[in-house]
């Protein structure tokens, strides 16, 4: 059974910096494609930051240059370092993987469009000025 669990979500203050964690269990893929998610009170979902099988990055417009997403394929884990916090900033955040078999398989990562197979529950961040 595939499990996406995220943690470091807390609360901070504008300008600020948060590091979030997510650990992926029980996914036997050869690489992954994953990414960061966020949602507000009354707000659509909206992507955050990706990073594809190959390493490749790419973000929001709204989070480019503040937040960096980064992978420890030795530990499974997706992070995502947040940094000038602002708060506008504040949501549950959800990370998202998705996997790919070899190379054989050549499709696309989702980048930060929310076309992923599986989610973790969210953790909660907050941001006060």
């Known amino acids: 059974q595939v499990q996406l669990v995220e943690s470091g979500g807390g609360s901070a203050q504008a300008g600020g910096s948060l590091r979030l964690s997510c650990a992926v269990s029980?996914?036997?893929?050869?690489?992954?494609?994953m990414g960061w998610f966020r949602q507000a009170p009354g707000k659509e979902r909206e992507g955050v930051a990706a990073?594809?099988?190959?390493?490749?990055?790419n973000y929001g417009d709204s989070v480019r240059g503040r937040f960096t997403i980064s992978t420890d394929n030795a530990k499974n884990t997706l992070y995502l370092q947040m940094n000038s916090l602002k708060p506008d900033d504040t949501a549950m955040y959800y990370c998202a993987a998705e996997g790919r078999w070899g190379p054989t398989d050549r499709r696309l990562c989702p980048g930060i469009s929310p076309d992923y197979n599986y989610w973790g529950q969210g953790t909660q961040v907050t941001v006060s000025s």
């Open positions: 990073i594809d099988s190959d390493g490749s990055t």
């Open positions: 029980g996914y036997g893929a050869s690489s992954y494609c």
